[in-house]
């Protein structure tokens, strides 16, 4: 059962415009969400998270949005750079002690053209 | 500041043949310690976490193990390797108080299984 779900599996958009990644959880307990960059043959490194209490956060040229009621969330890149190409994935956790688990989609491969 | 290492960054094994990925955390105390496999075209899987010297916990019953013989290393090793163990190797860790999740990701093993 896959509970944090990425249904596009590639993306490809043009340098400038904007990338859209979206994600789906079905899990109502989550309440921190991230979203995390994976180059080829390296670890994933953090991008950008948000609290469940939010509905956007905004770090640069990166945005994410959460709507709860829809159990959804999406990651903006405005304007794609073709340096932003590498899977995208998305993750959400629950408060359980002092050890939150992220539970993680299967990512999006984004591709930006020049 | 920070910094997670591990090693061997590539490796190619014989079936049935003895494995040992070490990672060591500089630059904090008490971390919880990640190991995640990322085998082709698919996600990141939880393999083990350690919430402390000698803590193990398996997330999925498989071929591996899992030790934490000090507060910043932590070994993922195998007596007789399986071809479906091959795969990138990735360790984490997160700060134990941190109410997010956040996750910081070493540079990756690759391990091929021949």
């Known amino acids: 059962d896959q509970q944090v779900k990425q249904n596009s599996p590639s993306l490809s958009v043009q340098e400038g415009r904007i990338s859209i990644l979206n994600c789906d959880y079905t899990?109502?307990?989550?309440?921190?969400f991230l979203w995390y960059k994976k180059y080829p043959a390296e670890g994933p490194t953090f991008l950008i998270s948000?609290?469940?209490i939010k509905d956007k956060n905004e770090d640069g040229r990166f945005t994410v949005f959460l709507n709860k009621s829809a159990k959804h969330l999406s990651l903006h890149i405005v304007p794609s750079q073709p340096g932003d190409s590498a899977v995208y994935f998305c993750?959400?956790?629950?408060?359980?002690?002092?050890?939150?688990?992220?539970?993680w989609g299967l990512g999006t491969s984004l591709a930006v053209n020049p | 500041s920070q910094t997670i290492h591990q090693w061997p960054a590539t490796l190619v094994q014989p079936v049935g043949s003895p494995l040992s990925l070490e990672c060591t955390v500089e630059?904090?105390?008490?971390?919880?310690l990640y190991w995640y496999r990322q085998a082709a075209g698919r996600g990141l899987q939880l393999l083990f976490y350690?919430?402390?010297?000698?803590?193990i916990s398996s997330e999925v019953p498989q071929n591996l193990s899992a030790s934490r013989p000090q507060d910043r290393q932590f070994i993922l090793s195998s007596k007789k390797l399986l071809l479906s163990d091959s795969g990138f190797y990735l360790c984490?860790?997160?700060?134990?108080?941190?109410?997010?999740?956040?996750?910081?990701f070493g540079e990756g093993s690759r391990l091929t299984v021949l």
């Open positions: 984490a860790w997160s700060v134990r108080a941190l109410n997010t999740g956040e996750l910081f």
């Open positions: 630059g904090t105390s008490n971390p919880n």
């Open positions: 350690s919430v402390g010297i000698g803590q």
């Open positions: 899990n109502s307990m989550f309440d921190y």
């Open positions: 948000i609290s469940s």
């Open positions: 993750a959400a956790s629950a408060s359980a002690g002092n050890n939150r688990k992220l539970i």
